[in-house]
């Protein structure tokens, strides 16, 4: 399964990213995580060393003049499915899975001047990674709604909208729910951190389906001292709500394709 993971910025769509693809390795499976956001936070929130970073493709000028082209002459199908091994690192972890951590970067890193040439190979190794690869993909959208603008990720299996109980965090995550829906992501969950049991406001494009999570003391009282989120005292709290959000999510998958029209069949 492929799931985006977007929302406002702070209210812990990141840390969720951690924790699903930190789950997933220890059901045996290979996750890519993707990490979308200039912020470029996931591999801190997995316990990745500063030295162990991966490279971000943005800053690869020489990749991006090889695969893209320059002076104006792009390609807009390069070929990048050797890129993941090449840039992607391996996230530590106690398996018996496998992370693997790839960096896009962001339009700064990529040298200055225009950047169609670097957005242009960031969005085929996306799509390259979402519709060709089989194993589960991660990717921690841009806070906003910036990559759902740019419809980097439409063909996603699932959206999961991570959001905070506070006003404006509900009106961002409606905000990208719909955009969204829009290019046909149907597929979501709102993730509601640090959440009570509230009635929300009726703001609409809210995902249908919620989840709430409560209040994490140990997440709060690392966070001062150590971006890792892994590992934390409500362990099995985390794995809980992973648990129940990826079932959610498969569930809107089959309803999803339930739903979809058949094709005519051909004429003969």
């Not at 991660?138 to 910036?146: Q, R």
């Not at 603008?149 to 063909?155: E, F, L, M």
């Not at 509601?192 to 140990?218: D, F, K």
């Amino acid at each position: 399964m492929k799931i985006a993971f977007a929302g406002k910025g702070g209210v812990g769509k990141t840390t969720l990213c951690a924790w699903t693809a930190d789950y997933l390795a220890r059901q045996g499976h290979t996750v890519w995580m993707v990490d979308a956001d200039t912020a470029l936070s996931l591999g801190q929130a997995c316990g990745v060393a500063p030295a162990a970073q991966a490279e971000p493709l943005a800053a690869r000028a020489d990749l991006i003049r090889q695969r893209i082209g320059a002076g104006g002459m792009i390609s807009l199908s390069p070929a990048v499915d050797d890129l993941p091994e090449l840039l992607g690192v391996d996230v530590p972890g106690p398996g018996p899975g496998r992370k693997r951590l790839l960096v896009m970067g962001t339009v700064a890193g990529a040298g200055g001047g225009c950047a169609c040439e670097a957005n242009a190979l960031l969005k085929s190794l996306l799509a390259h990674l979402v519709l060709d690869r089989d194993d589960w993909v991660l990717v921690d959208l841009e806070a906003g709604v910036e990559h759902l603008g740019r419809g980097t990720v439409a063909h996603v299996d699932g959206l999961v909208v991570a959001s905070e109980p506070s006003h404006r965090s509900l009106e961002t995550a409606a905000r990208v729910a719909a955009m969204g829906t829009d290019l046909g992501l149907r597929n979501q969950v709102l993730a509601l951190n640090r959440a009570p049991e509230a009635v929300l406001p009726p703001l609409p494009g809210l995902p249908g389906c919620i989840l709430r999570l409560p209040p994490l003391p140990g997440l709060a009282a690392r966070q001062l001292q150590d971006p890792n989120v892994l590992n934390l005292p409500e362990a099995a709290t985390v794995d809980g709500f992973v648990a129940e959000m990826l079932k959610a999510l498969e569930q809107g998958r089959r309803q999803t394709r339930l739903r979809q029209p058949r094709r005519p069949a051909p004429r003969v």
